[in-house]
């Protein structure tokens, strides 16, 4: 009697989730047991190991940089390649010890330098709820920690993982403080439901996203698809936007960048959502720039046909 091929694949899926799902959460006790500095010390090291061991990831991010950033020699791109994978490296131990700051504690002080803190308690002041515009810069998974922290309601949209296990394990870290991830597939509603609660909601908006549900605008130079959903919200609801970014700092601390808030533009005009992501995103760009290497170079952002592209230019 032959296996059916789709019982097999499934099981052998399950399998697979699974093993990733232990995989996880034995990495997550050997450096949730390390002192901190000792884990993020290490993260760094594989960081740096997978500058060498992820050669298509290396040149993709190397090629990425060159365009966007024409002004750079190579020996700057290198290092700053170099620091990029040690930072992701990091990235992903501090993500598996999310849950080790201590709420209620001088935590928030000892390893956060707040910095505009007073254009998001303007913002939520208003009862409209808030909008933060962030990006894939420094460590953005803080903002589940330190937002809370400060007796500030808020929910983060995020992409479900492909193992439903690790997704599980991986979201219970994200609301350990308090804040919410709302499931990027069940889109506007449940994002309009936290606002309507006076919540603030992150949105990072520095991902590929096919159309429909994003427009094309300039990033670094070139055309890149990019949502309109934190446009569209903040235009129909009159929403504040509030854009924030958590850098890196020496010592394994962040500093908490927040600007003052702004109101986009709303009207009849049919080109306005474009022109508000733009908007938007040149301040995800402007981010950017301030430390290249905090960026997530490796992921293929710019996928605009060149015919789309020319087309614009001639228009």
Not at 115 to 121: E, K, Y
Request: proline share 5%; net charge positive; charged share 25%.
């Amino acid at each position: 009697m032959t296996a059916n091929p789709k019982n097999k694949k499934s099981l052998l899926r399950r399998f697979q989730f699974r093993s990733e799902y232990v995989a996880t959460l034995l990495l997550a006790l050997l450096i949730k047991a390390l002192p901190r500095r000792l884990s993020l010390k290490l993260g760094g090291r594989l960081g740096c190991l997978g500058y060498w061991l992820m050669p298509e990831r290396r040149r993709l991010a190397d090629e990425n940089m060159r365009q966007a950033l024409p002004e750079m020699s190579v020996p700057e791109r290198r290092r700053a390649l170099r620091r990029m994978f040690e930072h992701f490296g990091i990235c992903g131990v501090e993500m598996l010890r999310l849950d080790r700051f201590r709420s209620g504690t001088g935590d928030l002080q000892r390893y956060f330098d707040l910095d505009g803190m007073d254009h998001l308690r303007e913002a939520y002041a208003l009862g409209r709820g808030v909008l933060f515009l962030t990006g894939h810069v420094g460590f953005w998974e803080g903002g589940n920690y330190a937002i809370p922290e400060q007796g500030l309601p808020f929910d983060v949209v995020a992409k479900p993982m492909k193992n439903p296990l690790t997704d599980r394990y991986i979201t219970r870290l994200r609301e350990t403080y308090g804040a919410r991830v709302l499931d990027s597939k069940k889109g506007a509603r449940r994002i309009l439901k936290s606002l309507q609660q006076g919540r603030g909601v992150a949105i990072l908006l520095d991902q590929h996203i096919r159309p429909p549900g994003s427009v094309p605008v300039d990033f670094f130079g070139r055309k890149a698809f990019t949502t309109t959903a934190i446009t569209n919200m903040a235009m129909k609801y009159q929403v504040t936007v509030v854009p924030i970014f958590i850098y890196r700092l020496p010592g394994y601390r962040y500093r908490i960048s927040a600007e003052p808030m702004m109101l986009l533009e709303n009207g009849d005009d049919p080109q306005l959502i474009e022109k508000n992501t733009q908007l938007l995103t040149d301040r995800i760009e402007a981010a950017i720039r301030k430390d290249v290497s905090q960026w997530f170079w490796m992921h293929k952002r710019w996928r605009v046909p060149q015919a789309v592209s020319a087309g614009e230019k001639q228009g």
